[in-house]
């Protein structure tokens, strides 16, 4: 079952093999050292090479993307532009 706003501390050891805080140490230390951008290549590279990456089939999560019909923004997003481009007309 997914859960929301779960602790560390709820991960579960017979599941995972370590308890939560172990497991967040090593997310850590993993993705403080490359790991996770490498990891993706490798399976890239094996699914291409087996012939099994069909980008014909994609999926986009839209739980990052904001509703533009009604969806609830809490507050306006900042821009992290450093200032307004100049005009091209």
């Known amino acids: 079952m997914l859960r929301k706003n779960v602790s560390w501390r709820d991960v ?20 403080e050292a490359g790991v996770w951008p490498r990891l993706r290549e490798v399976l890239l590279a094996g699914l291409r090479k087996a012939g099994l990456l ?3 089939d994609r999926a986009i999560d839209g739980s ?8 609830l923004t809490p ?7 450093p200032g307004r481009a100049a005009s091209t007309t």
Do not use: F, N, P, Q
Not at 23 to 29: C, E, M, P, S, T
């Open 12 to 31: 579960l050891a017979e599941r995972t093999g370590c308890g939560g805080v172990t497991a967040w140490r090593r997310l850590r230390d993993w993705t």
């Open 54 to 56: 069909d980008m014909d």
């Open 64 to 71: 990052h993307i904001r509703a533009l019909k009604g969806g």
């Open 75 to 81: 507050d306006l997003r900042r821009s992290t532009v």
